[in-house]
Each structure stands twice: as structure tokens, then as C-alpha cells.
């Protein structure tokens, strides 16, 4: 099984700037993506934040774009997201999420991994 251990949410003053961290670990083939996501109620659905492909190539929602910013460590599995200049709409539950080839795959079948969650709270 592949583990996904999150860091680095918390209270912010908008304006500020925090770097969430995911590190990835157990057993790993090789990683496809990985990327984060974001719950702002129970009542919305999960929505794509930002995701990063083995080859370095980046997506983002647009309205992250110029704010947002999610780089890799491939020597760690881990994959950070720094944050700048957040809003109070950047408030919810941000997920990690890694599609990842388990060694305990027989047929090398990409899975979809998730994080528990980390609350970032955009509030002065």
C-alpha cells in the first residue's frame, strides 16, 4: 500500500503565504501524478487545485494561477503546493492525492491515492 502524510495547513491572515507538504511512502512502484485538491463545505464536491506529472508538466485552476505554485522532490515522494497571496475563498480541506504503481500490484495498475486532509483557514 502506498501512505500519504500531509503538513503544513493552518490559520493565515489573507495577504500571507503557506506551503503545504505531502510525502508519499511505503510500497511504490513509480508514481504517475501527484497533485492537490480542495473541499470547501461538505456540501461541494472536491475540486482540482493543482497536479504535477512525472514529466514536470503542471495544471492549474484558474483561479490559483499566478498564486499557486506545486513542485516535487521525486528523491522523496514528497510533492508541495506553496501558497501566496491567499484569499478567504482559499479556505478548505486540502487533499493530497497520488496515482501511484504498487509493488504488491500484479499487473502494475496506476491507483488513485488520498490524504486525510489538511485545513488551511483564510481569516483575518
Known amino acids: 500500500q502506498v501512505h500519504l502524510v500531509e503538513s503544513g495547513g493552518g490559520l493565515v491572515q489573507p495577504g500571507g503565504s503557506l506551503r503545504l507538504s505531502c510525502a508519499a511512502s511505503?510500497?511504490?512502484?513509480?508514481?504517475?501524478?501527484m497533485g492537490w485538491f480542495r473541499q470547501m463545505s461538505a456540501e461541494k464536491s472536491r475540486e482540482e487545485v493543482a497536479?504535477?506529472?512525472?514529466?514536470?508538466?503542471?495544471v492549474y485552476e484558474d483561479s490559483v494561477k499566478g498564486r499557486f505554485t506545486i513542485s516535487k522532490d521525486t528523491t522523496k515522494n514528497t510533492v508541495y503546493l506553496q501558497m501566496m497571496n491567499l484569499e478567504p475563498e482559499d479556505t478548505a480541506v486540502y487533499y493530497c492525492?497520488?496515482?501511484?504503481?504498487?509493488?504488491?500490484?500484479?499487473?502494475?495498475?496506476?491507483?488513485?491515492?488520498w490524504g486525510r486532509g489538511t485545513w488551511v483557514t483564510v481569516s483575518s
Open positions: 497536479t504535477i506529472s512525472s514529466d514536470g508538466s503542471t
Open positions: 511505503g510500497s511504490i512502484d513509480s508514481i504517475n501524478t
Open positions: 492525492k497520488v496515482v501511484a504503481v504498487s509493488t504488491d500490484s500484479h499487473w502494475k495498475t496506476p491507483t488513485q491515492y
